[in-house]
Structure formats: structure tokens, C-alpha cells
């Protein structure tokens, strides 16, 4: 059964998203991505958070008390290319650096519409391959939510590009796979979705795209090599936008022969693990026991 505090934050999240204007918040989100992103004091205070300096990009770190080194996370938040973190980001990080031993690592990546998505490859493979310096591959995790999970998956296709080496695990949140959201089971679900905006998607998308061709894979995984990457953990609701190419996603890879971990939580909305809601616990459970290498429940 449906919690209640799901049911609740999905109606305030209605509430918020369904009065912006796609054109406004663009502008908006334009002239707020000109200037550093600035973590709330409050936050680094509350979740223990460190400023990295050994690096081109702004990144912030979380610490577990013990045994830190040996595993370590590599986490691109979401926030449709568009966005900085949330608050929330920040509070599911601590909790999952709570329950691990380990570092999570995340870099505050050039966002649109100011960047697109080439500088943010170009930024984040740096740190990537310090972090194998510190340990090995199958040690590391490259997790992200939504647009995050999205440009985890890309990340990890342009590894094997590049001949560089897998993470062991690559856990991805309600990501978002096609950029262009080509999927003509999409529309049909606007009525159900109550945080994403679709025309505000494709704007956000098409910016960050730049002059690229939208089905890229570095923009749209979805069309990028499955066989040869780390083990892939998706985790959707049926409740959001990215549900038809998540469910295409696993069709993709069973037709490849690729396990995939998937996980598709009933009446669950978007990025739903990291809200504070009773369901996300089961998810962060099922996130831990991945990387652990436990049996998975």
C-alpha cells in the first residue's frame, strides 16, 4: 500500500511544478547557472559535506567514519540539466554515507543553458580517473538521478569508448535516457506525472544538446552500447515521464543478454529513492545490498 507521506509530497510537488512557465524558469534557471553554485551552510554543517579543491570543477565529498577509501561513489545529481542540487540530494547522500563505508564524491557539473553537455563530460572524467587511483574499478560506484542517471549511463558508454576502465556498479535513479523523450508512450502519461514539465524537458534537453544531434548517445543512452559496462541497477516509478524508456531500456538489454538490476515501484514518482517518504527506505536498502554484493531483497 501506498504511503501517505508519498501521496502528500506528490501533491505539493503538483502544486509547485504545474505553475512555472517552461519559457520564464529557462530565463530564470539561465540567470541563476551564471554564478557558482553556493552549498546552503546549513547543509555542509548538518551532513558533514567537504569542498574539494584538488580539482577543475566544484565538487563536494561525504566521508563514512571508517574504511573510506576503499569505496568509492562517483554521484551526478540531477535536476534536468538545468537545475543545481537539492536539498534533498544532499540529505540522501548523507544518509547513504551513513550506511556505507565509503566516499561519495559530487561534482557540481556546467549546466545548461549557459553549457552543454560536452564541457560536463570533459569536467567529470578528470575526477573518474583519479578515483581509480585510489582504488579498484570494481570498487567504485557511478550512481545518478534523472538527468544525473542519465549522464551516468553516457559516462560509462563513453568509458568503454575509451577503453577505460568499468565501475564495478552503476545504479541509476528515474533516469532519463532519451533526451528528445522520442517515446510516444510519454504523452499519454502527462495527466499521472506530477513533477516534470515535458515541454520544459525538451527545452532543457535541446539547450544542453547544443548543436548535437539529440539521439547522441552521450545524450540519449538509450542508444548507446549496453554489453561490456559495469552492472546496471535502474530504479523507476510507475508515475513519471521516463517510466516507457526505462521499461525499453530493460526489453534492450534482455534482447542483448545483459542482466540488469530493475526495480519498478507501483505509483511512485519521480526520483522517488531520494524524497523523504517511507518507500524510499526499501529503495536505499535494495542501493545498499547492491553495492555490498548482498542478496538483493
Given at each position: 500500500m501506498r504511503s501517505l507521506q508519498s501521496m502528500v509530497v506528490e501533491g505539493l510537488i503538483k502544486i509547485i511544478m504545474r505553475q512555472a512557465d517552461p519559457t520564464t524558469y529557462m530565463e530564470k534557471r539561465r540567470k541563476e547557472n551564471a554564478s557558482p553554485y553556493v552549498l546552503p551552510v546549513n547543509s555542509q554543517k548538518k551532513y558533514r559535506i567537504k569542498k574539494l579543491s584538488s580539482y577543475s570543477l566544484d565538487t563536494y565529498m561525504l566521508k563514512s567514519a571508517s574504511n573510506p577509501d576503499k569505496r568509492q561513489i562517483l554521484f551526478l545529481p540531477g535536476g534536468g540539466y538545468i537545475?543545481?542540487?537539492?536539498?534533498?540530494h544532499w540529505r540522501f547522500l548523507y544518509q547513504l554515507s551513513q550506511k556505507l563505508n565509503g566516499t561519495i564524491t559530487v561534482p557540481i557539473y556546467p549546466k545548461a543553458p549557459n553549457h552543454q553537455y560536452k564541457e560536463s563530460f570533459d569536467k567529470v572524467l578528470p575526477i573518474y580517473k583519479d578515483l581509480l587511483?585510489?582504488?579498484?574499478?570494481?570498487?567504485?560506484?557511478?550512481?545518478?538521478d534523472s538527468a544525473g542517471g542519465g549522464f551516468a549511463l553516457a559516462f560509462c558508454q563513453l568509458l568503454l569508448k575509451e577503453g577505460i576502465s568499468q565501475p564495478g556498479n552503476i545504479i541509476l535513479l528515474s533516469p532519463w535516457l532519451d533526451i528528445a523523450l522520442r517515446n510516444p508512450q510519454i504523452a499519454p502519461m502527462i495527466k499521472?506525472?506530477?513533477?516534470l514539465n515535458l515541454k520544459l524537458l525538451r527545452?532543457?534537453?535541446k539547450a544542453y544538446?547544443?548543436?548535437?544531434?539529440?539521439?547522441?548517445?552521450?545524450?540519449?543512452?538509450?542508444?548507446?552500447?549496453?554489453?561490456?559496462?559495469?552492472?546496471?541497477s535502474l530504479f523507476i516509478g510507475t508515475h513519471e515521464f521516463f517510466l516507457p524508456d526505462a521499461r525499453k531500456f530493460k526489453m534492450l538489454a534482455k534482447k542483448q543478454n545483459v542482466s540488469i538490476n530493475y526495480f519498478e515501484y507501483p505509483k511512485m514518482?519521480?526520483?522517488f529513492p531520494v524524497l523523504p517518504i517511507p518507500e524510499a527506505r526499501l529503495a536505499m536498502k535494495q542501493i545498499i545490498n547492491i553495492i555490498e554484493g548482498n542478496q538483493i531483497t
Open positions: 537545475e543545481q542540487p537539492l536539498l534533498w587511483t585510489k582504488t579498484s574499478p570494481e570498487n567504485i560506484v557511478i550512481m545518478g499521472m506525472e506530477p513533477m527545452m532543457a534537453g544538446a547544443g548543436d548535437t544531434d539529440t539521439s547522441d548517445y552521450l545524450l540519449s543512452p538509450i542508444n548507446g552500447p549496453i554489453n561490456g559496462l559495469g552492472k546496471i514518482n519521480h526520483v
